[in-house]
């Protein structure tokens, strides 16, 4: 009988910035507390077979250092990259609401059809989550693989796992450095077997 496939999503840490924004394309670095949350989250990962990173760097240089303690493989996957905010990146909540307020509820209430001002569709920016996705899966890297990402693009692939309408994906709430895990075995749907929990060292 052939192995299923396991995957773990690993949302970045903390980043160096303050007070909330939309960061999706600024490339920020972690924090030290995030390398801190970062290190505690892996510490409990055994044997991996490979790594996967979006390009920015809050992701990426965990990437590096995980693959090279492991001796695993990586790819950096410029797809997985976060959503393009547009003009609403780094500006804060308060600035948002005075000029795009009725735009910036419907993405709260759902982002599917919405695009920030000069910035990327949610319709866009799910589905090339979701083609990086299943092109990532086809390829034979392994039967445990990791996946260093964002929460927009967690809770994309979380969704599409579950089969859950994207108009729901902020229901899922995903702290910095969560990490959630799937299961994949052929001939079988795709199964969630834990979100948001401490990986045993």
């Not at 992701?59 to 990586?74: G, V, Y």
């Not at 075995?185 to 990986?199: D, K, T, V």
Request: charged share 20%; hydrophobic share 45%; proline share 4%.
């Amino acid at each position: 009988m052939s192995e299923p496939t396991i995957i773990t999503l690993l949302r970045h840490g903390a980043v160096e910035a303050e007070g909330w924004a939309f960061r999706g394309s600024t490339d920020v670095p972690l924090s030290a507390l995030g390398w801190k949350q970062m290190r505690a989250a892996a510490s409990g990962f055994e044997t991996i077979d490979h790594i996967a990173s979006s390009p920015k760097q809050r992701c990426r240089l965990f990437a590096e250092q995980l693959s090279e303690k492991k001796e695993a493989a990586l790819l950096i996957l410029d797809a997985m990259a976060e959503m393009d905010f547009g003009q609403w990146e780094n500006r804060s909540f308060e600035e948002i609401i005075a000029s795009d307020k009725q735009l910036l509820e419907q993405f709260w209430d759902s982002p599917v059809g919405v695009q920030p001002p000069n910035g990327e569709a949610f319709d866009d920016f799910s589905q090339r989550v979701i083609d990086c996705w299943q092109a990532w899966l086809g390829c034979d890297v392994g039967h445990h693989r990791v996946l260093v990402a964002h929460g927009g693009v967690i809770r994309v692939l979380l969704a599409h796992t579950l089969n859950m309408p994207m108009s729901a994906l902020w229901r899922l709430h995903l702290p910095y450095a969560s990490c959630s895990q799937i299961s994949l075995f052929e001939g079988h749907q795709p199964r969630l077997l834990f979100m948001n929990r401490a990986m045993e060292s």
